[in-house]
Nanobody, 126 residues
């Protein structure tokens, strides 16, 4: 069973940047789409960004569009989330996930993701 490990979270001032990384334990993870989700205190986990298995297509939540960029490096079994122009409302635990469906089309649906990392905290101060 694949394991996903996130890193790169931290405390940053509003307007700053962070880059999150999500390393997979298996090379076969390159055959699956990957996504980033986040969960703020007292709120449900929400979709942030996703990239398909080919690394060609991406999709973003409206709240992060134009500020966040998802990418993948399959040689390193790693997916990244570059976060620029951070806002206090971006504060949350960020989770990466792997699509349960091999070679599938891009998805934003949380139920399509079967494997999750432990999360990394991102805190944006005003």
């Amino acid at each position: 069973q694949v394991q996903l490990v996130e890193s790169g979270g931290g405390l940053v001032q509003a307007g700053g940047s962070l880059r999150l990384s999500c390393a997979a334990s298996e090379r076969t993870a390159s055959n699956y789409g990957r996504g980033w989700f986040r969960q703020a205190p007292g709120k449900e986990r929400e979709f942030v960004a996703a990239i398909d298995w080919r690394g060609v297509n991406t999709v973003y939540a409206d709240s992060v569009k134009g500020r966040f960029t998802i990418s993948r490096d399959d040689a390193k079994n790693t997916v990244y989330l570059q976060m620029n122009s951070l806002k206090p409302e971006d504060t949350a635990v960020y989770y990466c996930a792997k699509d349960r469906r091999i070679f599938s089309v891009l998805t934003t649906a949380i139920q399509d993701y079967a494997y999750w990392g432990q999360g990394t905290q991102v805190t944006v101060s005003s």
